[in-house]
């Protein structure tokens, strides 16, 4: 590619999260502004290891504004109640209490189990959608059949997930936030059918609807690697176990998760730049995975890294339960289809990314094989 025809820069460190490559722009934050207060987005943005490894175990720091623990759209309704009993969404006495279980629930399941969901749901959905839908079609349905949904509510159950997660996510319409209060309801009446109390019913949801898009990057971002290199495609054919450990580092390498938020509850001092009580933070953890103070030659993809470090699944108190799982999920759906022999058809070229703010999941171009879904 001619310099003339590269993309320009990213406007900033959201817009960074769906441009085409934006590991050099992640570079300069590092070397230049590693935390500065962009006035554009009206955020502190951290793009060095030690601002961000300092942030997230920063006791000052929290996962919502203290102002607005739960969304004003969404407050009142199903959706706004299931919110407020989220681990992944509360701080304090509240997340003390229940992280333990919710992340016992999330480690219940042995990697073969999970392994054998990943291949039914691939091998149930592959056939009826694009590539597109499917990439999160496979986490929703993967859950769900490890949660013990039943057949029969496997459809309404996954659909009901993607509308909670939809309308529950920033500047959701009108419509998708009416949406998401109904799906809310549907999917409490499930967990109170299973006994579970309310921060149990809501803290299951959860397990489907944390897993949707940022398991969806995951696949289209290994998707998009193995597409770019060939050669690893036929490392893994010949040697189906290496997938996961070319999963594991795809995420660090392309982080599926590109950022996350942070809000002060108090005035504190992080990395030497004076934060104010109700100022946000956004805290670039795909530009800490690329931080040479975390791993050695990091713009390097190496399959079998030593020592491979990364912030991908966060860390500190809200760290995500589910790396195993996640990873399992997509490894077992790529040597699925890719045992099926229908990947490079079914996969067709990046056309970009979708328009997210912090997750990065790539839209293939419509494959021949594949038939458009409804
Ligand atoms: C590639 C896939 C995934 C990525 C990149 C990812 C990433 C993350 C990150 C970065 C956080 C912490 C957010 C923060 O501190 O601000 C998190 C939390 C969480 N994740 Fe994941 N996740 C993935 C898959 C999953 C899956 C499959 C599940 C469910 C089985 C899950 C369940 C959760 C839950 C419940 C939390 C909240 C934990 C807490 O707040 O204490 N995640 N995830």
């Not at 109640?81 to 992280?99: Q, T």
């Not at 392994?115 to 993967?142: H, I, V, W, Y």
């Not at 990057?217 to 690697?225: M, P, S, W």
Request: neutral net charge; charged residues 20%.
């Amino acid at each position: 590619m001619h310099a003339a025809d590269a993309p320009a820069p990213p406007v900033d460190a959201i817009a960074a999260a769906s441009h085409p490559n934006p590991y050099g722009y992640y570079q300069r934050l590092r070397e230049r502004t590693p935390l500065y207060f962009d006035t554009g987005l009206n955020l502190w943005v951290a793009g060095s290891y030690a601002a961000i490894a300092e942030a997230l175990v920063s006791p000052s720091l929290r996962v919502r504004p203290l102002s607005e623990p739960v969304p004003r759209a969404l407050a009142g309704g199903p959706a706004g109640d299931v919110f407020a009993n989220l681990v992944r969404m509360n701080d304090g006495a509240f997340h003390a209490a229940h992280k333990p279980s919710l992340r016992q629930r999330a480690q219940r399941w042995k990697m073969d189990q999970v392994a054998r969901a990943s291949c039914e749901a691939t091998r149930a959905l592959r056939p009826s959608l694009g590539a597109n839908d499917f990439l999160t079609a496979l986490p929703a349905q993967g859950m769900a059949c490890l949660l013990g949904v039943p057949g029969p509510q496997l459809r309404q159950t996954t659909q009901w997930a993607h509308e909670f997660s939809a309308g529950i996510a920033g500047g959701a319409s009108v419509e998708a936030v009416v949406l998401a209060h109904a799906a809310a309801a549907g999917l409490l009446a499930q967990g109170v059918a299973l006994g579970l109390d309310a921060a149990q019913a809501a803290n299951r949801i959860a397990l489907m609807q944390q897993s949707l898009d940022a398991t969806a990057a995951l696949l289209g971002n290994t998707v998009h690697l193995l597409r770019q290199r060939p050669e690893m495609a036929e490392q893994i054919d010949a040697a189906p176990d290496l997938t996961r450990e070319l999963v594991a580092e795809v995420v660090r390498w392309d982080a599926p998760v590109q950022n996350t938020r942070r809000f002060a509850a108090e005035d504190l001092v992080l990395c030497g730049e004076r934060i104010r009580e109700g100022e946000g933070l956004l805290l670039v953890l795909a530009s800490a995975n690329r931080d040479p103070a975390l791993n050695p030659d990091p713009d390097r993809f190496e399959v079998l890294r030593p020592q491979r470090r990364h912030l991908t699944f966060g860390a500190g108190v809200h760290a995500c339960p589910a790396e195993e799982i996640a990873i399992e999920i997509v490894a077992k759906c790529i040597n699925t289809i890719r045992g099926e022999g229908t990947f490079d058809a079914y996969f067709g070229y990046i056309l970009g990314y979708r328009s997210l703010p912090n997750v990065r999941i790539p839209v293939f171009a419509p494959s021949s094989t594949s038939v458009p879904s409804p």
